[in-house]
């Protein structure tokens, strides 16, 4: 490929809206420019990396038997009807209809058309197992779509589906994905963590999210270094004991005391590292008359911003509410993020919290905050003695780092994550719903016993960045970089001997499959360099005048400090 002829699109500045790394990024490198909210294009040089991440999943969903086929985006009313999903599924179920006023969804998953699928085609047990899977748009409307493609409304699944004969065949079927999420997984280069997951009444313990490590994560994931048990936050809590902590499991390493905290000290009291970005806590107080009585809940809602240090983190003030930070009413909150009335909480503050300054919070009393909307809080956070009546937080489990682990081999620790996949065993949820049968060897219909697994294709681009950048821009692994190697030429309108030298070498890397793209947009070298390291191509060869005199170009990895000097005869070898 030559640049000339491609399409690169790159920024000085990111959108004002761009919060985390990821999203900067993609947008200053130009792989996705925003339509609206949620909904992005795909510009040439992101569609290389989705196409690379869809290839990897692909590769590996057909190696574990899966067959791939494509279920249509808009799908009829009557079939979600049938489940319940219909209504149940509320305002984050895209619903059109048609000019004959019929109604149809948006797909945000396909359990319901893989079923009626399966229902018709698949009719006996000699048919079984089968598992089928797309790589196909999805629309989720989302509540709070941000961060990019981390949550978009549109955005790319690979979602497959096994249908088994009995429940031992799909605990199989689930086991095999499994091991497929792995695989696919450990291709990307990136580090994650398999972590069991609530699979509400039906699963029994099988599912389990893959979430890739990383402070801007939105999830909580809580684990044992000891040990290889982790869940995530939801799942961690289902376990722990309800009610509130006893005062000897808190897990202060200090005692706090009235006055000023630093951010470190704050990180160390919520159990959180300090390279976390805590997005938000909100703390309710009850203001209590002399008597003891509740006269007043108030919650309030700490921003708690910067990027990868929690030094850097600034209490700021709440988008939408006005005049920076300020007390706001239970039903403000409530309003502003569209939840349920009473949804936020349980919260539990005796004595007012003041925010005195950036970098610097005046802890005035014992609280607990936490066990909010997982979009948006620390869960679980739990730092008080004197906790509010047990009444008040009845039913809140609090699981904080230090906790004994469930298996009594160490303490938990807590970390974020992003979750870019999940797999979960459905058993005959949908299949009973939907009357799905197939016969079975007795001759008696049976319903199929079904597992779902899903990838987020355009959101696994954005987590890889996450963990994979600089403050010059991002780092590709090289699995799924839109170009493994550039090759920079300077002066390559001055020198017939640079332009020959490039332009051979572009067609040697071609030929030998590698993915290479030629900088021949006669763009200063500054300017040149800037571009790609922004865009995060691994492997650069710089071929100048002066070099070449000598036989030799220069090569450098996108993460080296200094290049290196390679003869002409011997990058080709070098790169390959
Ligand atoms: P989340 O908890 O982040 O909302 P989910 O649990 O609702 O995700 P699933 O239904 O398990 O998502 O879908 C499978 C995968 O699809 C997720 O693991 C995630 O990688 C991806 N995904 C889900 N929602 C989005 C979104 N809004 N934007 C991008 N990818 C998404
Ligand atoms: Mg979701
Ligand atoms: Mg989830
Ligand atoms: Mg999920």
Request: net charge negative; aromatic share 8%.
């Amino acid at each position: 490929m030559k640049a000339s002829q491609f399409f690169i699109s790159t920024l000085k500045e990111a959108p004002a809206d761009a919060e985390v790394v990821s999203h900067k990024l993609m947008m200053r490198a130009g792989l996705i420019k925003k339509l609206g909210a949620g909904i992005y294009s795909y510009m040439p040089m992101g569609l290389r990396v989705i196409r690379k991440v869809e290839a990897i999943v692909r590769e590996e969903m057909n190696r574990a038997g899966a067959v791939e086929c494509t279920m249509p985006v808009v799908q009829p009313a009557e079939l979600w009807q049938e489940t319940g999903r219909f209504e149940k599924m509320g305002p984050e179920l895209l619903r059109i209809q048609d000019r004959h006023g019929r109604d149809f969804v948006i797909q945000p998953t396909s359990e319901e058309v893989v079923t009626d699928i399966a229902r018709q085609e698949l009719r006996s047990y000699k048919q079984l197992p089968r598992n089928l899977y797309q790589i196909q748009t999805k629309f989720r409307d989302e509540r709070r779509p941000r961060f990019g493609l981390m949550r978009g409304r549109e955005f790319i699944m690979k979602d497959a589906y096994s249908f088994d004969r009995d429940q031992a065949g799909a605990k199989a079927s689930y086991q095999a994905m499994a091991q497929a999420y792995r695989r696919i997984f450990d291709r990307f280069g990136l580090r994650y963590r398999a972590v069991a997951a609530d699979s509400g009444a039906i699963g029994g313990d099988l599912s389990e999210e893959f979430q890739v490590i990383a402070a801007t994560g939105e999830d909580a994931i809580v684990y044992c270094p000891a040990s290889d048990y982790a869940a995530n936050m939801e799942k961690a809590e289902a376990l722990a004991p309800a009610g509130p902590r006893p005062a000897a499991a808190a897990p202060m390493t200090r005692t706090p005391t009235p006055g000023k905290a630093t951010c470190a000290e704050v990180a160390e009291l919520l159990g959180v590292p300090l390279q976390t970005t805590v997005k938000s806590l909100v703390l309710a107080t009850d203001e209590t008359n002399e008597a003891g009585e509740i006269v007043k809940s108030q919650v309030w809602l700490l921003l708690l911003r910067g990027d990868h240090d929690m030094n850097e983190i600034k209490v700021s003030k709440v988008p939408g509410l006005d005049k920076g930070f300020r007390f706001a009413t239970v039903t403000e909150i409530e309003a502003h993020f569209g939840a349920k009335p009473g949804y936020l909480g349980p919260i539990g503050l005796r004595k007012p919290v003041q925010v005195v300054a950036d970098r610097e919070v005046a802890l005035m009393a014992d609280w607990i905050c936490g066990a909010n909307e997982e979009d948006f809080h620390i869960t679980g956070v739990n730092w008080g003695r004197d906790l509010p009546e047990p009444d008040a937080v009845a039913d809140l489990r609090n699981v904080v780092a230090g906790d004994p682990s469930p298996d009594g081999k160490g303490v938990l620790a807590i970390e974020r994550g992003i979750e870019v996949g999940h797999v979960f065993y459905l058993s005959t949820k949908y299949s009973k719903a939907m009357n799905a049968t197939f016969l079975g060897e007795d001759g008696k219909p049976a319903f199929f016993e079904m597992g779902c697994y899903g990838i987020g294709i355009t959101r696994l681009p954005a987590a890889a960045i996450e963990q994979n950048h600089d403050e010059r821009g991002i780092i590709w692994p090289d699995a799924i970089a839109p170009f493994t190697v550039v090759i920079c030429p300077i002066g390559m309108d001055r020198s017939e001997e640079v332009r020959a030298v490039a332009e051979k070498l572009h067609g040697e890397l071609l030929a030998s499959g590698i993915d290479v793209i030629l900088d021949d947009r006669g763009e200063r070298p500054g300017a040149m360099f800037a571009d790609w390291e922004l865009i995060g191509v691994p492997h650069r060869i710089t071929i100048g005048d002066k070099g070449l005199k000598e036989g030799q170009v220069e090569y450098l990895h996108r993460r080296d400090a200094g290049a290196t000097k390679v003869g002409v005869a011997e990058i080709l070898a070098h790169v390959k």
